[in-house]
């Protein structure tokens, strides 16, 4: 465990850093807006649950064969970025409901499978992007104290809490997105609207795709 000053400098730089929008953010934010409030909040905990896998990774040390090696990279990387793909392509060619009863029966049939599958989804967005691997042995080691303990320990304390914080910052992200979401719902009854939204959640999921696909195994 690293000592109190030290890692009190790990959660100030780890709340900065989740703070700052990035390719998750962005994620669990159009998860919040299509499916709204429950949706996102799902999504920000199969996030963080991939990124415990990551820190686990991590102190297994299986973290830094990936970034030294090209092809396990790119591996990875390309079935990260052909899933995301996949999940915005299955969405925007997806088809309205044409089941039987209200929209809030509709709904409410769907609901625990549908948060499932969220859950699920998100878990493997989080584990197939490389990049969260290449942040972790770039940012985890500089608070490792060799003195205080094994380094594994201290990563996956650090790691699980960098989670922890994770579910704090995203989830404001998810409850924003959602509420976002629901006022512009009952702003616009229009019928064609719920198919516009779903576009949109779409395309932002292939375009996170397509970044992930042309990123590198350095900087972006």
């Known amino acids: 465990m690293p000592d109190a000053t030290t890692y009190g400098v790990f959660l100030a730089a780890a709340l900065a ?30 996030v963080e649950v991939g990124t415990l896998v990551h820190v686990a990774f991590a102190a297994a040390g299986l973290s830094a064969v990936l970034a030294s090696s090209a092809t396990a990279f790119s591996v990875v990387k390309w079935m990260g970025a052909a899933y995301l793909v996949w999940l ?8 309205d409901g044409g089941q039987a009863g209200t929209p809030e029966v509709r709904a409410k049939a769907r609901a625990g ?4 599958r969220v859950f699920t989804q998100s878990v493997l967005v989080q584990v197939l992007n490389p990049k969260v691997a290449l942040f972790f042995l770039a940012f985890l ?59 949109l959640t779409g395309g932002v999921y292939v375009a996170l795709g397509a970044a992930t696909a042309l990123s590198g195994q350095g900087k972006d």
């Open 17 to 46: 850093l989740l703070l700052v929008p990035g390719p998750a953010v962005f994620y669990v934010m159009a998860r919040s807006v299509e499916g709204g409030r429950s949706a996102g909040l799902v999504s920000v905990l199969g």
């Open 141 to 199: 080691p500089q608070f490792v104290d060799p003195s205080r303990g094994a380094a594994w320990t201290q990563v996956v304390v650090l790691g699980a809490t960098l989670a922890l914080l994770g579910l704090f910052t995203d989830g404001l992200y998810a409850l924003l997105g959602g509420t976002a979401g629901d006022w512009i719902k009952h702003r616009n009854k229009r019928p064609g609207f719920g198919r516009g939204q779903r576009y």
């Open 88 to 95: 915005g392509l299955r969405l925007l060619l997806s088809r």
């Open 113 to 116: 499978a549908r948060l499932s």
